[in-house]
């Protein structure tokens, strides 16, 4: 594969993984359930199962976005090594 290639590919890759852990740390994990507990308070409907829930997943919200954008990183170098050059 020529050089050129697989540096587009890499950084589709680098790309992608960085934009999954935007989505999924930053809207799954931390928007998302601010926005469920703000929404259940308003209407009073709020148990402490549902607001722990909540804190722990805002707590890990940026280790899962931190382990998703590794794993894209990752990935990413393992296509493109410039050792092989």
Not at 2 to 13: L, P, Q
Not at 28 to 55: C, D, E, R, S
Not at 68 to 76: E, L, P, R
């Amino acid at each position: 594969m020529s050089r050129n290639i697989r540096i587009i590919i890499s950084m589709a890759i680098y790309m992608t993984g960085f934009a999954a852990a935007i989505y999924i740390g930053g809207w799954v994990m931390f928007i998302k359930p601010v926005k469920f507990t703000i929404t259940a308070y308003t209407l009073g409907t709020l148990t402490l199962p549902q607001l722990l829930i909540a804190i722990i997943k805002c707590v890990c919200s940026l280790t899962v976005a931190g382990l998703v954008w590794c794993i894209g990183y990752i990935a990413s170098n393992h296509i493109y090594d410039s050792r092989d050059e």
